[in-house]
């Protein structure tokens, strides 16, 4: 017989805990800058002990020239990133009456302005098309999400066809030349990778777990069940109708239903219900052509044969610490109510300070980081774009992916090639004859020049550009020059042929 007794022991463990201060940070990094701006007034109504700091900033700038003054600002930018690094004087469970708030102040709440346009020549000024961002695509959005996977480089290859071959809607359909010759996308991106049906399937699985749900689905069937299950629909009469019976649906005959799955016109009638909340076309989300402006968070300038990074933080408020909190603080004859009052709002304000500034100097570093390893993409331009993947900055910074990926989504850098989101320059690579990569957005720049210096009498087939990018040492398949051009809004060889 087994016997049953009690023991009282002591167990060790090492959790991690999200803190509201490491959730605060996290949330202030992923923000865009207009969401900052709009969180920073917020807290400013809510926190009485914050408030915008309106004192002038030196004079040192004034009567400076262009070059000098941007000079002065990325110096300043930097050493305040370097010194603030070194700083620890504010612990989240330290009392703050012993904080020394004028070295607070001076590390936390000083902002820098941006470089002013209107004090620059003409010439420098960015052209106005360059602050117009079309909305993100479709397929940008699914490329971002598939960087973010464990996949190998196999996979993620695959991964990028079954993304490309996307219509505008999110399905996954094969060409009309494909199903002419009676192949399936599956079956045909198999073999343009040299690999069995199993292994494209279980990288599409990946593909339609992302955003928007139901997204690289082969049939309206598919992208539907999808959806159920991941809304956890429990119901198993929506997948019956989902399977075999969306003809009956269209046509509202939800007798027939009933009978071929023998349940009653009521359960047919709730079930459909929740179908129709699922969406038919989840890629069209992402179909709006509509232009937004953008300002953009940083500014890359060249001085000479360096680059500069220089924070845009104009119109940002400046938050500092009231003065008179402070001395409301140190008064002995306020209450112990009035005290921890004050005190747990001085510790808000300084948190606040504190993750507003740990967002700008992580936005700052990481940005360094783009620019060494796309050095010739600013010299040069866009077709000397280098592959490059989350996991490079992370490593070269000592950061997680993670982290990289909130910091470059919704920031925008000025640079001397025009205004890119930072998360532009992540891009997959093409192997070239010569064992080396090519980014994909340097092959589209490519396929752009080839279409623009063509005869417009004899335009360029997509194989024929499949040819020339050869003899670059470039490889590349027909079906990804047509989907590349297809991105670029580049029509067909026989619908841009000119006839005079």
């Not at 603030?84 to 012993?98: C, P």
């Not at 000479?304 to 003065?323: C, M």
């Not at 993670?402 to 470059?408: G, P």
């Not at 205004?419 to 064992?435: V, W």
Request: proline fraction near 4%; glycine fraction near 4%; charged fraction near 30%.
């Amino acid at each position: 017989m087994v016997e049953l007794k009690q023991v009282l022991s002591l167990k060790q463990t090492l959790q991690l805990v999200m803190t509201p201060q490491l959730q605060q940070a996290i949330k202030l990094l992923q923000l865009s800058r207009l969401e900052l701006s709009e969180t920073i007034n917020a807290e400013m109504l809510e926190n009485p002990v914050l408030e915008e700091d309106v004192e002038p900033e030196p004079g040192e700038l004034e009567g400076a020239s262009t070059e000098e003054r941007i000079r002065l600002l990325a110096e300043r930018q930097r050493e305040r990133t370097e010194r603030v690094e070194r700083i620890e004087q504010v612990k989240g469970d330290e009392g703050l009456n012993d904080i020394d708030w004028e070295q607070i102040l001076e590390n936390y709440s000083s902002y820098t302005p941006a470089p002013n346009f209107r004090e620059r020549p003409s010439e420098e000024q960015p052209p106005l098309e360059s602050m117009v961002s079309k909305q993100e695509s479709l397929k940008d959005h699914l490329m971002w999400q598939l960087r973010m996977t464990s996949l190998n480089e196999r996979q993620l290859e695959i991964g990028a066809q079954i993304i490309m071959n996307l219509n505008s809607d999110g399905y996954l359909i094969a060409d009309d030349e494909d199903r002419l010759a009676g192949k399936d996308i599956i079956q045909v991106i198999a073999e343009a990778n040299d690999t069995c049906r199993e292994e494209v399937e279980r990288v599409l699985r990946v593909i339609q777990g992302f955003d928007p749900v139901g997204v690289a689905a082969r049939s309206l069937a598919e992208s539907l069940l999808i959806q159920a299950r991941h809304m956890g629909v429990e119901n198993g009469l929506v997948y019956a109708i989902i399977s075999s019976q969306l003809k009956q649906v269209e046509k509202k005959n939800f007798a027939a239903i009933a009978r071929a799955l023998h349940v009653s016109k009521d359960e047919v009638a709730e079930a459909v219900k929740l179908i129709s909340q699922l969406e038919p076309r989840p890629g069209r989300l992402y179909s709006d052509e509509r232009p937004h402006y953008i300002t953009p968070d940083i500014y890359v300038y060249k001085l000479g044969d360096d680059y500069v990074v220089v924070l845009n933080e104009d119109g940002l408020p400046r938050l500092r610490v009231s003065p008179y909190y402070q001395q409301a603080l140190r008064d002995s004859q306020a209450g112990d109510d009035t005290q921890n009052y004050i005190q747990e709002k001085l510790r808000s304000a300084v948190w606040l300070i504190r993750s507003i500034h740990q967002r700008q100097r992580t936005i700052y570093r990481v940005t360094e980081s783009i620019v060494k390893f796309q050095r010739e993409f600013l010299d040069k331009g866009v077709a000397y774009l280098k592959p490059m993947v989350l996991k490079d900055v992370a490593n070269d910074l000592g950061l997680h992916e993670s982290t990289v990926s909130r910091v470059t989504t919704n920031k925008y850098v000025h640079t001397p090639q025009g205004i890119f989101e930072l998360k532009y320059f992540f891009n997959t690579g093409l192997r070239r004859s010569d064992g080396g990569d090519v980014a994909a957005e340097s092959v589209k720049e490519m396929i752009k020049q080839l279409v623009a210096e063509e005869n417009p009498q004899k335009p360029l087939s997509d194989r024929q550009i499949v040819d020339l990018l050869k003899a670059k040492g470039i490889k590349i398949a027909r079906r990804t020059v047509a989907k590349y051009r297809d991105l670029l809004g580049i029509l067909p060889s026989s619908r841009r042929k000119k006839v005079y």
